[in-house]
């Protein structure tokens, strides 16, 4: 079962306030500076992610074997998280906590500082909870309604046919659905969705491609959608499918290793091909692929 549960909603909220409880009690104990300083690292962080990526992307390419757009998110990511913790530890060097102060009053007007700012980073690391919990469990959610597969039928008795199980979701997926559910159940749901600045779309998009994943009819509609035959007959995916090296990879699931496989590499950075992916209508082709 996947429907929401008032358990599992008040576990959740539980959860939250203790993790706003923590951050108010660190941003008091923290003080005022460290806790702005604490700002200013997240926000060059963003920033160092968002840009860093393609500046060392040139500089990253001849040591690493996987695609530009990999090494960029990658690169972007470390970059983000060293500038975050240099900073941090800038910070804490330069400047004193609350319980340093001298001065009572300074003292007291540092940790109620503290204290609201951190609420606001108590607030902020529940949003991204949230909002991975609802990315995930929209995708698991769709895999939940998608339609069993049809057995073909073997010829034969019935007692002689060689059973199958029962193609019972994995228990994570279900817990994804069902925590999500719960999260987005009765009024507290409404509010969830109401300050939520991901946009309700976004979540809707990938319930469809988790519906697309697990659906292998809606799978070949959307590979008849005429943007989605144009990418198929491209020369390097074309080269790709034909390729019994990289079908073994994905046969056997080994994903790391395709990643790293030169042709994929190649094809990935393609700039034609790039550009034709960007060209393609990805929202209408899913619309078409799931419309019934």
Not at 107 to 114: A, D, N, S, T
Not at 145 to 171: L, M
Not at 186 to 207: F, H, M, N, R, S
Not at 228 to 244: F, G, K, M, S, V
């Amino acid at each position: 079962m996947t429907t929401g549960s008032a358990l599992w909603q008040t576990i959740f909220v539980s959860f939250a306030l203790i993790l706003i409880a923590f951050e108010i009690v660190r941003g008091w104990r923290l003080g005022l500076v460290r806790q702005l300083v604490r700002l200013l690292a997240l926000a060059a962080a963003y920033g160092a992610g968002f840009f860093g990526g393609r500046f060392l992307l040139p500089l990253l390419r001849p040591f690493l074997r996987l695609p530009d757009f990999l090494i960029s998110i990658g690169a972007g990511a470390i970059l983000a998280l060293i500038v975050y913790v240099a900073i941090s530890t800038l910070g804490a060097i330069l400047f004193k906590r609350t319980g340093e102060q001298n001065a009572g009053v300074v003292r007291l007007i540092y940790g109620i500082c503290g204290a609201v700012l951190g609420i606001f980073f108590g607030l902020f690391s529940v949003w991204l909870v949230v909002v991975a919990i609802r990315s995930t469990g929209a995708i698991a959610s769709a895999e939940m309604r998608a339609p069993a597969p049809v057995e073909a039928r073997s010829p034969g008795p019935p007692a002689a046919r060689p059973r199958t199980p029962p193609n019972e979701p994995a228990g994570i997926i279900q817990s994804l659905a069902k925590l999500k559910n719960s999260i987005e159940l009765g009024p507290l749901g409404e509010t969830v969705k109401a300050v939520d600045v991901v946009p309700a779309q976004a979540y809707q998009t990938l319930g469809k491609v988790g519906t697309l994943a697990s659906n292998p009819r809606s799978a070949e509609r959307f590979l008849s959608y005429p943007g989605a035959q144009e990418l198929t007959e491209n020369p390097r995916i074309i080269a790709l499918r034909e390729d019994p090296e990289i079908f073994e990879l994905i046969q056997q699931q080994r994903y790391l290793e395709l990643l790293q496989n030169p042709k994929l590499i190649e094809a990935m950075n393609d700039p034609e091909l790039a550009s034709q992916v960007k060209k393609f209508k990805f929202q209408e082709a899913l619309d078409y692929a799931l419309k019934k």
